[in-house]
């Protein structure tokens, strides 16, 4: 069974701080991972895609990826109370389908 | 660019009807959409697989009969909820690949839908 795990959270940070945001995933065949941004009872958002190891910016965020540990993160800079949220975590082994992790929930405190 | 249009947005209806929701990728063409359900305070859950011009693959558990998914065009599939219940009463939303690019999935606005 491949599993994607996420701590569900609250997550709370203060406004301007940096939230850390993990995800473990089972799967050693895994080739692509994404980080959604979910607001309550909207659809979800695409943030970030990162494919290889290492780290990838876009603007006040970064994504992680160590395929050796299993994990990929997400760190949000200077977070805002607009970027409080669920944040899920999306992982492909080659295939079309995701799975998905149950998301951390964050809260941004102003 | 990569938006994927869901319609209707908010269905409210009786037990016993049919539903259906409508999926359209705008600004490309998807091989590929999928069909998912939200329970409150739970993740996405995967129903479907939906193949331009070929019959649907569901999740296990998921009745095909009772969900009916019709993927007629690159840039639309449709989701019918038949005879729905309530059940069946979830947050239903479509998302798509895009054909020059294997992923990420780009997700539609999603439907509330509530069975009376």
């Known amino acids: 069974q491949k599993e994607v795990e996420q701590n569900s959270g609250p997550l709370s940070v203060p406004e301007g701080a940096i939230a850390s945001l993990n995800c473990t995933y089972s799967?050693?065949?895994?080739?692509?991972f994404f980080w959604y941004r979910q607001y309550s009872g909207k659809s979800p958002e695409l943030i970030m895609s990162?494919?290889?190891?290492g780290d990838k910016e876009d603007g006040r965020f970064t994504a992680q990826l160590n395929k050796a540990s299993q994990y990929v993160s997400l760190l949000i800079r200077d977070s805002q109370p607009s970027d409080s949220a669920t944040y899920l975590c999306a992982v492909t082994g080659g295939t079309y389908k995701y799975i998905f992790g149950t998301g951390t929930r964050l809260k941004v405190l102003a | 660019g990569a938006v994927v249009s869901q319609h209707p947005s908010w269905v409210i209806c009786k037990s016993g009807t049919s539903v259906k929701i409508e999926c359209r990728s705008l600004d490309f063409q998807a091989t590929t959409m999928f069909w998912y359900r939200q329970f409150p305070k739970q993740s996405l859950m995967l129903m479907a697989t939906s193949n331009e011009g070929s019959k649907a693959t569901y999740e296990q558990g998921v009745e095909k009969d009772k969900f009916l998914i019709n993927h007629a065009s690159l840039t639309l599939s449709t989701l019918t909820v038949t005879s729905a219940h309530p059940e069946d009463s979830s947050f239903y939303i479509c998302?798509?690949?895009?054909?020059?690019?294997?992923?990420?999935?780009?997700f539609g606005d999603g439907t509330r839908l509530s069975i009376l």
């Open positions: 998302s798509a690949n895009d054909r020059l690019e294997d992923q990420p999935q780009h």
């Open positions: 799967d050693r065949g895994s080739q692509s």
């Open positions: 990162i494919y290889s190891n």
